[in-house]
């Protein structure tokens, strides 16, 4: 596995040896000696797995209690994902990082604690699966805004052709956001 650091410090590209033959690909999603190694959490709480139909935009999700670290990774599909930095104290606080993780690839992101997360579903559906460090926390749960103009993330979708859920809608601005010390 080639782990890479991307321009936030702590969001860690993870790319997966791949086997290919004329049968298809093989590739290991999750290696406990290889992660340990690496430094990378080998404890996980929860799987998680959701899937969205194209131009469905989540997040930006965070935790304030219970924070959690996530390992994400698109089993069918493709997608932007993105991760904001929400540690106040962070020279890097309200920047971001984007990548596109698809099934084809079979990269993953680490998104440690401190985090916000968000993705737009590219591909008519995709499956998005991640493991996370603590157990969700409905009471701890916080939305930024997708769109905030502070973070400014680029987006590759209109505002008006995003699919945004009720409560994300309801999402508030970084600068009225209650995020990490």
């Known amino acids: 596995m080639k782990i890479t650091e991307t321009s936030l410090p702590g969001v ?5 040896k791949t086997f ?21 959490p080998t404890k996980w709480v929860q799987d998680n797995y959701s899937i969205s139909s194209m131009d469905v935009l989540r997040g930006i999700h965070y935790q304030i209690t219970q924070p959690q670290g996530k390992l994400v990774r698109v089993a069918s599909g493709a997608v932007v ?16 990082v984007a990548v596109e993780l ?25 499956g998005f699966a991640y493991k996370v460090t603590d157990y969700y926390s409905p ?3 916080r939305t930024v805004q ?10 590759p979708i209109s505002s008006d052709k995003a699919i945004i859920s009720a409560k994300d809608q309801q999402g508030c601005l ?8």
């Open 12 to 16: 860690l590209l993870l790319e997966p």
């Open 146 to 155: 997708w769109n905030d103009p502070e973070i400014d993330i680029s987006w």
């Open 20 to 40: 290919r033959d004329n049968r298809g690909v093989f590739w290991e999603t999750y290696n406990e000696r290889a992660f340990e190694e690496a430094g990378l």
């Open 102 to 126: 698809s099934e084809m690839d079979g990269n993953m992101l680490w998104i440690p604690p401190g985090f916000g997360h968000a993705f737009l579903c590219l591909t008519e559906t995709a």
């Open 174 to 181: 970084l600068k009225d956001a209650e995020v990490y010390p």
């Open 81 to 96: 994902d993105v991760a904001v930095d929400l540690r106040r104290s962070s020279a890097n606080f309200g920047k971001y």
């Open 139 to 141: 009471s701890g749960e």
